[in-house]
């Protein structure tokens, strides 16, 4: 079983910066091959995905923070980061990680099939 604890949560003023960190823990689990997530939600909202990193390093981010975040994977530390820079009330939230397999859809597309989640972080961005 795969355990994953953020921390790095803050309060912070908008146009600041934070770095998230997701330390995964467990036997028998092959962080380096292994694609992994960002995940927030707010208040009052569904979550959203906010950051994803393959097996392979490539990454993907929606518009909404595409520019200001940074997904990156110490596979040596077996550990996640999420670099936050310029934020804004707008990702105020909780935080969460996720780690799972590579899988194809039935088009042939490969996601992540997020099989394990951390307990969540608050960011709290302020004007």
């Known amino acids: 079983q795969l355990q994953l604890v953020e921390s790095g949560g803050d309060s912070v003023q908008a146009g600041g910066s934070l770095r998230l960190s997701c330390l995964a823990s467990?036997?028998?689990?092959?962080?380096?091959?292994?694609?992994m997530g960002w995940f927030r939600q707010a208040p009052g909202n569904e979550l959203e995905g906010v950051a994803t990193?393959?097996?392979?390093?490539?990454?993907s981010y929606p518009d909404s923070v595409k520019g200001r975040f940074t997904i990156s994977k110490d596979n040596a530390k077996k550990t996640l980061y999420l670099q936050m820079n310029n934020v804004k009330p707008e990702d105020t939230g909780m935080y969460y990680c996720?780690?799972?397999?590579?899988?194809?859809?039935?088009?042939?597309?490969?996601?992540?099939?997020?099989?394990?989640w951390g307990q969540g972080i608050l960011v709290t961005v302020s004007s």
């Open positions: 996720a780690a799972g397999a590579p899988d194809l859809d039935r088009y042939g597309k490969v996601y992540c099939a997020f099989d394990y």
């Open positions: 990193i393959g097996s392979d390093g490539g990454t």
């Open positions: 467990g036997p028998d689990y092959s962080f380096s091959r292994s694609c």
